[in-house]
């Protein structure tokens, strides 16, 4: 991968452009982490770069980058640049182009995302990006104050980065953070949900969660339940705890987490419960709650039936039974003889279920 990185840094310097692999690759790369996460930075405006590579392409929102792909493998290219006045706190009002690296760096968020590396394998360190990985602290490029009040989802990347990489806050980050979280209510729920998403996900959940809670961020986030949240491989198990519907999820994640919130009132070892709620919804609600998966996976296998079809008994056999025709009944049928059949008041054969339907339901 970096081999790869450093042709295409070559093929910019021979068409007379400077060019420096930037950011997240270059600081992985220095912490001997593999990282797939290339950015080129450079002084050839877009025009000049889709000249250079004949693949490239500038995405639809246009901010002075260009993508282009080598060896299938997918890299962002970008100008050198000023960003001036940020509105909404977020995004600049507008870009210009200029000629210096390090210009280009002193807009970027965090020390140990400025570091670069030229064509020849070269580092270059204008912001003691190094001395700062090899402390493990985050620190900003400049004002923290300013850097936070500009885009105020760089709150959320710096309590990502040091839940990642295991790093501390610097002290005046963690004023700037506590001066300017308000501000998070300006972002969008999607971006805010995508650094969180990324928070819940690493190895180091448990630090992030604490970082969050240290400086406070729970109810600018809209997230009051963070304190509750026990720790799970299942990130749609975490937000079924948040209960903060205001972020965005699919038809199928909200789906998900409701069916979750509801197995979480019951017991996940309960024969009907497992069974109605099914093994993964129960797992998730049973992890949330320090039961062992395994304990639940077993009692699962165990279940006398895992769905209606499992019945050995089928809607003629009930029709003809009661002697009546087909109707609402019958649901109302199935659902008890589901949980009859669950709790092991009756066998799963089929004369023997014909029989307990007669005896039983007859009112239904």
Known sequence: ????????????????????????????????????????????KPKELLEIFENAKIP???????????????????????????RDCRHPEEIIYINSLEEDLIRRDFTINTLCMDSAGNIIDLFQGEDDLEHKIIKTVGNSY????????????????AAKLHFSLDSEVIEAIKDTKHLLKN??????????????TCSN?????????????ENDLEIPNL??????????????????F?????????????????????????????????????????????????????????????????????????????????GPYLKGVYERLERDVLYERVQNEQKTLIQYCMDNYQEV
Request: hydrophobic share 40%; net charge neutral; glycine share 6%.
């Open 1 to 44: 991968m970096l081999e790869d990185s450093l042709k295409i840094l070559e093929r910019i310097n021979q068409a007379g452009y400077s060019a420096y692999l930037v950011g997240g690759f270059v600081r992985d790369y220095f912490l001997g982490i593999e990282s797939n996460d290339i950015d080129i930075c450079t002084n050839a």
């Open 60 to 86: 639809k929102e246009d901010y002075g980058a260009v993508t282009i792909y080598y060896k299938n493998v997918r890299y962002e290219i970008t100008t050198f640049r000023k960003e001036v006045r940020y």
């Open 146 to 161: 300013q850097k936070f009040s500009e885009d105020a989802l760089r709150i959320l990347r710096a309590v990502r980065f």
């Open 187 to 200: 972002i969008s729920y999607q971006r805010k949900k995508e650094e969180l998403d990324k928070i819940f």
């Open 205 to 217: 959940i448990k630090y992030g969660i604490e970082l969050l809670l240290g400086l406070g961020l």
């Open 227 to 244: 304190s509750k949240i026990t720790y799970t491989d299942s990130l749609v198990g975490i937000w079924a705890v948040l209960d903060s």
């Open 246 to 326: 205001q972020y965005p999820f699919t038809n199928n994640e909200k789906k998900l987490i409701t069916s979750i919130q509801e197995a979480l009132i019951h017991d996940n070892l309960d024969p009907y419960y497992l069974y109605l709620n099914g093994l993964y919804v129960n797992s998730v609600a049973a992890s949330i709650k320090g039961i062992s998966n395994n304990v639940v996976a077993e009692t699962y296998a165990r279940l006398p039936i895992h769905n209606r079809g499992d019945l050995k008994v089928h809607t003629n056999d009930l029709v003809k039974a009661f002697n009546r025709k087909p």
